[in-house]
């Protein structure tokens, strides 16, 4: 079995789920799709914003064997389709909402056990676990294809560079449908032990009250793009957020003006122009405030591996 020892916390519906809770989910879920007929090998479908119930689908698909493709259910139905097409998927993982696909679309939370069988296989280290789709900047989006042995070994560079303690209470701003959200700002955290406040559904809102959120939360570390910061920033810092240590900014180029501002706005020292690709699972490497001078196009060094 999984185990599990951070916490989730979903924001816009202010649900958590425990790391024993969640681990108790991904067992009843990871058994439930064996029954379904997903094997080892066998590829399926994540259509979903980032939830709690993401978390558990994930950690099911990965309990049994299998590889989850990981897409935007907010895409158009003929683009939803072509992808489901291109994984090979044996069922499709939603919310719930109608995506239009030619193969099963379940919603797993909301399924009784029935039978759900024998344990699952476990998790196979070597074999293809995530398939995360690049942009598109290049062309058409390529399926980066990640083994957990590469994942765990990407957040345990992580953890190093930036430290459990710091990542104890993290705000996940973005999507967890490319490895800046999903990896950087969600795995990494969780399974360092520590509270994920899930809030990349809460929309433009998010920015605009970025504040309280992380005094409410005692937010230690978050992750984000320069564009959240543009709506953070139109709203004055009227007290200092002592508990963020640690801000990493990513995805798109940051100005030095802007990271001079978001250092002053957020009173934080350790404010991080990170670098990453898809590829890579996510960040290789990142430029700190606290031992740089911020400078356009600055991304510091390497963090190995």
Known sequence: MIHITGTLHHLQSDTRMTGAELTAEIDRRSRMLKYLGVSPGDSVVLAQAGTPDFFADLFAIWANGATAFVINAALPAAECQRLVHFSGARLVLSHGQDLSVDVPALHLATLHDG????????????????????????????????????????????????????????????????????????????????????????????????????????????????????????????????????????????????????????RCNTVVNMYGMTETANWVGGASSAEMTPENGLVGQLWGG
């Open 115 to 266: 039978e759900t069988g024998t344990a699952p296989a476990g998790m196979m280290m070597d074999m293809a676990a995530l398939v995360l789709f690049t942009s598109g900047s290049t062309g058409q989006p390529k399926g980066v294809v990640h083994t957990l042995r590469s994942l765990f070994a990407r957040i345990a560079l992580n953890q190093a560079a930036i430290g459990t303690a710091t990542l104890q209470s993290t705000l996940a701003t973005l999507p967890v449908t490319f490895g800046h959200g999903l990896i950087g700002n969600s795995l990494t955290p969780l399974l360092s032990g520590g509270t994920v406040y899930l809030g990349a559904d809460v929309g433009p809102t998010l920015g605009l009250h970025l504040n309280d959120i992380l005094h409410r939360h005692n937010i230690t570390f978050m992750s984000s793009v320069p564009a959240l910061w543009q709506l953070a920033m139109r709203s004055p810092n009227d007290k200092p957020t002592h508990a963020l240590s640690r801000i990493h900014i990513g995805s798109a180029p940051l100005a030095k003006e802007m990271w001079h501002d978001i250092m002053y706005w957020s």
